[in-house]
């Protein structure tokens, strides 16, 4: 167990919809980032916040929004839903702004149909 | 570099045997360079790292070799286990891209009994 927390596991919606993915990242952490991971294109990075401020962007489309708040928990919010973003979402933490060491959490399914 | 989750290598060992997983990265600006591990319905769990100027860094029953004139990682794991079974992926952070970590496209290992 990485101490990152992810709801829901799983999320099936329709195009068109739009979805909100939460992360707990560990206690003490600071930093949260977002990554998509989906067969065509890999582990990608999406956004990074750092003590409530966005500190990192990724190519994360503009449909896409997330933000940290002051307990520091994490949402990814995903709008206007197409069959491409079917995808896993991963939250990570760490307690500082980069560094190598990013503990994952168990990532939510994604499904558009 | 960018990641290609199709199609992705994949290597197969007999228990005990020692592994090698190769990874070609391609931004030499890269202060830091990472193997993550990741098991079937998992997050990404970090294994390694190695700081890009060193070139070899050993860890518990892993070795990580660097080799920046042909911009190549590897992870050597001794004495293979069946619950290393995953998949491999290296990563690189820093320079431009601190903050956030850039996967590689990722290794199948196999371990069997």
């Known amino acids: 167990d990485s101490g990152v927390t992810q709801t829901p596991k799983h999320l099936i919606t329709a195009t068109g919809q739009r979805v909100t993915l939460r992360c707990s990242p560990r206690?003490?952490?600071?930093?949260v980032y977002w990554y998509q991971q989906s067969l065509d294109q890999g582990l990608q990075f999406l956004i990074q916040y750092y003590n409530g401020e966005e500190r990192a962007k990724g190519n994360i489309l503009e449909r896409f929004s997330a933000q940290q708040f002051p307990d520091l928990h994490s949402e990814l919010n995903l709008s206007s839903l197409e069959l491409g973003d079917s995808a896993l979402y991963f939250c990570a933490s760490s307690v500082r702004s980069g560094g190598t060491e990013a503990f994952f959490g168990q990532g939510t399914r994604l499904t558009v149909v | 570099g960018e990641s290609v989750g199709l199609h992705l290598p994949t290597l197969s060992v007999q228990e005990g045997d020692n592994s090698i997983i190769n990874c070609a990265y391609s931004n030499s600006a890269s202060d830091y360079f990472i193997w993550y591990k990741q098991e079937s319905g998992k997050g990404p769990q970090f294994i390694i790292d190695i700081r890009s100027n060193m070139d070899k860094r050993q860890g518990q029953r892993v070795t990580v070799l660097l080799n920046k004139t042909v911009k190549h990682l590897s992870l050597q794991i001794a004495a293979t286990q069946p619950g290393d079974s995953a998949v491999y992926f290296c990563a690189e952070t820093g320079g431009t891209s601190y903050g956030k970590l850039t996967f590689g496209q990722g290794t199948i290992l196999t371990v069997h009994p």
């Open positions: 206690s003490g952490d600071l930093s």
